[in-house]
């Protein structure tokens, strides 16, 4: 028992960016801030680092491609951070995956979904999701490192 958690802990975070967000910093910078998704990664990097871990850090505009992302964390990953993006409103295919992992789950949003347009304030991945940050801006993805390093202590 002790020995699968100490190899789940050497694999890295997966972190997961859907649609549009290779375009943050210019994309709405007053809904989504001027932090790049180069910068976001950086800091992600950083902050996992201080915690001892590694991070996988992907983005795709691509519903299939995230789910087969989701798939891989699956055997390759200790935990997964998903901003979802738009699919997070519509996708059963993502939250389907989703509920096939067993390692932890934290679903990041930019803006809090819940202040916007109705069509924004339902998410599939919160179904399955561990645990949700939201409104923080890119400070998110951080506290999202840093539940994770707690959850996987946690659990040792
Ligand atoms: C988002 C919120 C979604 O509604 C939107 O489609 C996004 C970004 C956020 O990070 O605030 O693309 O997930």
């Known amino acids: 028992m002790a020995k699968k958690s100490k190899q789940s802990k050497t694999l890295p975070i997966y972190i997961l960016n859907g649609p549009n967000l290779n375009l943050l910093g210019t994309r709405e910078p007053e809904v989504y801030g001027y932090t790049t998704?180069?910068?976001?990664?950086?800091?992600?990097?950083?902050?996992?680092?201080?915690?001892?871990?590694?991070?996988?850090?992907?983005?795709?505009?691509?519903?299939?491609?995230?789910v087969e992302q989701i798939q891989e964390a699956r055997t390759g990953g200790c935990a997964v951070i998903i901003n979802p993006a738009g699919y997070g409103h519509t996708s059963i295919a993502i939250l389907d995956s989703i509920q096939m992992l067993k390692v932890p789950v934290?679903?990041?949003?930019?803006?809090?979904?819940?202040?916007r347009e109705p069509?924004?304030?339902?998410?599939?991945?919160?179904?399955?999701?561990?645990?949700?940050?939201?409104?923080?801006?890119?400070q998110g993805y951080l506290r999202a490192i840093d539940a994770v390093a707690e959850i996987l202590k946690v659990k040792k």
């Open 37 to 66: 998704l180069a910068q976001v990664e950086q800091m992600c990097a950083k902050q996992a680092a201080s915690h001892g871990l590694a991070i996988s850090f992907r983005q795709s505009n691509h519903e299939g491609e995230i």
């Open 119 to 138: 069509y924004r304030n339902h998410s599939y991945v919160s179904k399955a999701a561990t645990g949700i940050v939201m409104g923080l801006g890119a």
């Open 106 to 115: 934290i679903e990041v949003h930019l803006s809090n979904i819940h202040r």
